[in-house]
């Protein structure tokens, strides 16, 4: 009797044993759990160059509209690029032209709105990455880890989804409105643009964005361009608002135009 009693409880005490070592080898796993890698810092204030023109052989516009070799126009885009009238490069009219963004305040779109002597703001969260430029006070957000809307809405900067791939962050974006410009000089697309962007901090002052346009109506062949920022480190984000009214007044004044309707009076 008292054999099988130490017997018992040898066998108990050894389960014990055991069970408690599977209960620290547990605990010590979780500990040895490696942190989630936090994402690449992009957040910040940035500025470009004033650029006319996303062909990256021209970015000044001094050729031509239409005959860049680095676009690949399909005669639909090209009939609409012979036919804008920017404010810049060879075409460039300001008393007649017809850029959306000047001629009714429009907004900018994108990318155009990035392609400002101004500011914008890269804000991220774990879930939503935003984009904020001071001209207009416009903003677009970038959804993390998300699909796109089954049929997104058309809207000026599109709907943007994003990946981090690395130290870049891939957006896909879809939904534009085509009465946008890409660019001040006026290169056009339709409402099928597909836009891969590739956004990346090459250094601790310099933020790369490298574009891919597929665009079947607009483009036979994807083509790509590239924006490069340096950093501000003031915080300094000023209001700039551009409105049909200051539109209005601008050609009154100096290009002698009637106004087709009243104009607000300036504070």
Request: a negative charge; glycine letters at 6%.
């Amino acid at each position: 009797m008292r054999h099988q009693f130490c017997k018992s409880a040898v066998s108990f005490l050894g389960l014990s044993l055991l069970g408690m070592a599977g209960f620290l080898s547990g605990c010590s796993a979780g500990n040895n759990t490696k942190p989630a890698t936090p994402a690449p810092d992009l957040s910040g204030l940035w500025l470009g160059k004033a650029i006319q023109s996303l062909s990256p052989s021209d970015p000044m516009a001094k050729k031509k509209p239409g005959t860049e070799d680095d676009i690949p126009y399909t005669p639909w885009a090209l009939a609409r690029i012979k036919a804008e009238r920017p404010a810049a490069g060879p075409n460039q009219t300001f008393e007649n032209t017809n850029d959306p963004a000047l001629r009714y305040a429009d907004p900018d779109g994108y990318p155009r709105a990035s392609i400002h002597p101004m500011r914008f703001k890269i804000v991220q969260t774990p879930d939503y990455v935003y984009q904020m430029w001071e001209y207009n006070k416009s903003w677009r957000q970038i959804a993390l880890n998300k699909n796109h809307s089954e049929v997104p809405d058309l809207s000026w900067f599109g709907e943007s989804v994003g990946k981090w791939e690395g130290d870049t962050l891939v957006v896909d974006s879809v939904g534009f409105k085509d009465s946008t410009w890409l660019d001040p000089v006026g290169h056009p697309h339709s409402e099928d643009l597909h836009m891969i962007e590739r956004i990346r901090r090459t250094d601790p002052e310099t933020l790369v964005f490298d574009f891919t346009f597929d665009d079947p109506k607009a483009y036979t062949k994807p083509w790509s361009s590239q924006l490069t920022f340096k950093s501000k480190n003031d915080g300094i984000m000023t209001e700039t608002i551009y409105t049909i009214s200051d539109e209005l007044s601008f050609r009154q004044r100096f290009l002698n135009e009637k106004p087709a309707i009243p104009i607000r009076a300036s504070n």
